[in-house]
């Protein structure tokens, strides 16, 4: 079991930033790939970022690339979100997520979540 916990979370005006941190405990961290997703009210969960279990690969779906950067700290058991350049569509419960080995862009692929922490970016 890998047990995770999102925190950074809150409100920010439009072109602000945000730090997203997301604490592992359980199974050895570095053997595992992270992902961050977000689900807004009504609409599905969207990948985020994804680092594997080395520090790389790291992809972005285009909504976010050049403005999020994933980055994990293996001694530390955690995973990073930093997020620039907020726009109000960015508003959404962001989840931290953990796989084996590598990591991806579907939500299915994730054996582990945490509970979520809420971004909300205003206009």
């Known amino acids: 079991q890998v047990q995770l916990v999102e925190s950074g979370g809150g409100l920010v005006q439009a072109g602000g930033s945000l730090r997203l941190s997301c604490a592992a405990s359980?199974?050895?961290?570095?053997?595992?790939?992270m992902g961050w997703f977000r689900q807004a009210p009504g609409k599905e969960r969207e990948f985020v970022a994804a680092?594997?279990?080395?520090?790389?690969?790291?992809s972005y779906p285009v909504t976010v690339k050049g403005r999020f950067t994933i980055s994990r700290d293996n001694a530390k058991n955690a995973v990073y979100l930093q997020m620039n350049s907020l726009k109000p569509e960015d508003t959404a419960v962001y989840y931290c997520?953990?796989?084996?080995?590598?990591?991806?862009?579907?939500?299915?692929?994730?054996?582990?979540w945490g509970q979520g922490t809420q971004v909300t970016v205003s206009s």
């Open positions: 680092i594997s279990y080395g520090g790389g690969p790291i």
């Open positions: 359980g199974r050895t961290f570095s053997n595992y790939a």
């Open positions: 997520a953990a796989r084996s080995t590598y990591g991806s862009s579907r939500a299915m692929d994730y054996d582990y």
